[in-house]
């Protein structure tokens, strides 16, 4: 379901493997999948022996994992939303350094709790240097349904099953973590603990109201809700 991203963030490595450092900047929500895309394409990179260095951290720690015998490298610095202010600022401070570097630097980082200086990062990074910004969108109708079938010949589902497991995945907005979730859900699973770790950063009056809405059919109004 992400073909396009990671032929994209493929051809910005192949890029630096010519000398000319780039970043890039995947966001997205909990599950969307942007620790399956940098997974995928450190596999990739690793394939044709880019050396790949992985971790939340300072790019030039990153980048002095690289062999420096090679003419690239692949840095994934991933959730920056769990950074702190120092590890930003440090990251920030040794961006200008980056162009000189063959290395593609891909940081991920959800898009809420918003925080100003991740925020400040993010934007200088797109705005001083050149940083490609990728979102990460819901799945379409047939990313979905390649899903469900991969799911459903898993479990040997029958036809009745599967169409029960497409009505559940209609569900989740497109999320293929939350879809994984609830395809495989059992009651007290570690899937619950994922979701509400998920929803951990929400006040907890809107955790109350969501937990709420969750036993209520599901074209309930705003106004049921709030009696």
Not at 45 to 57: D, E, N
Not at 101 to 113: D, F, G, H, K, S
Not at 180 to 185: E, F, G, N, Q, V
Request: aromatic residues 2%.
């Amino acid at each position: 379901g992400r073909a396009n991203e990671l032929e994209l963030l493929q051809g910005l490595a192949a890029t630096c493997q010519q000398g000319s450092g780039r970043v890039a900047i995947v966001t997205g929500p909990p599950g969307i999948g942007k620790t399956a895309l940098v997974t995928t394409l450190a596999a990739w990179a690793s394939a044709r022996g880019i050396p790949v260095a992985r971790g939340l951290g300072p790019m030039a720690a990153t980048s002095a994992v690289v062999d420096p015998g090679t003419e690239a490298g692949l840095a994934l610095l991933e959730d920056l939303h769990r950074a702190t202010p120092a590890e930003l600022a440090t990251i920030a401070a040794q961006a200008v350094d980056l162009a000189a570097q063959p290395l593609l630097a891909v940081l991920t980082a959800r898009p809420i709790p918003r925080r100003s200086d991740l925020d400040e990062l993010l934007a200088g990074l797109s705005r001083d240097h050149g940083a490609l910004s990728l979102e990460l969108g819901p799945l379409d109708a047939g990313a979905i349904g390649d899903l469900v079938s991969e799911r459903a010949r898993a479990a040997g589902a029958s036809p009745g099953r599967r169409a029960d497991l497409l009505d559940r995945a209609a569900g989740t907005g497109g999320n293929p973590g939350l879809m994984r979730i609830l395809l495989d859900h059992r009651p007290g699973s570690r899937g619950d603990a994922a979701v509400c770790r998920w929803l951990s950063f929400l006040p907890v009056t809107v955790r109350d109201l969501l937990a709420i809405a969750s036993v209520l059919e599901p074209d309930c109004s705003l106004e049921e809700l709030s009696a």
